[in-house]
Every structure is written in C-alpha cells, then in structure tokens.
C-alpha cells in the first residue's frame, strides 16, 4: 500500500487511473494516509480539488516551493497560475 510519507503539497503528480488518466496536477493537501487533493487550474480548480487515492498517481520529484510558499501565506492564487506552473509538466495537453 502506497503512503503518503513521501508526498508534499507542491508536489507535481499525474493520474494513472481514472477520467483524468494522464492530466498532471498539483497536490494542494494531504488528507490521509492514502488521499491527496489535486488541482490543476483547469479540469480541477482550487475551489474544487479532486480527491485522489495515491495508489492511482504517478509521483514525479518535482515539488514546486513557489506554489507551497503562496498556499502557506496570504498571497492571491488563482487558476491561470496554476496552469502555468503545470504547463512544461504536461506533454499530452495538445491532445485534449
């Protein structure tokens, strides 16, 4: 059973099963041991992340700092940043 020890908020991560079968998100909490909240400015935005067993993503080494530090102050995030920060992760997104 995959844990989520090893998975930061910030962490860059795409879904290996699903509807959303190779999108990449990024994880914004941590809710169990095995569930994240995903969001991708897109298909899941921040006002309505997609809860997401581990076992069912692929997890990349990628922690973005820039998107952890904004979560943890008052800086304003909105969708279309997070759409940027995901852009050079997503190499099927002109399959859509």
């Known amino acids: 059973m995959e844990r989520t020890t090893s998975i930061q ?3 860059v991560v795409r879904s290996k099963a699903g509807r959303d079968k190779d999108r990449v998100f990024l994880v914004s909490e941590i809710l169990d041991q095995q569930h994240v909240l995903l969001v991708d400015g897109d298909l899941r935005r921040l006002a309505n992340p997609k809860k997401k067993k ?3 993503l692929v997890v990349y080494q990628t922690v973005l700092k820039e998107f952890q530090e904004r979560l943890g102050s008052d800086i304003k995030i909105n969708n279309a940043y997070l759409r940027r920060l995901l ?3 997503d190499e099927h997104k ?3």
């Open 54 to 56: 581990i076992k069912h």
């Open 94 to 96: 002109e399959d859509r």
């Open 9 to 11: 908020v910030g962490q």
């Open 87 to 89: 852009a050079p992760y």
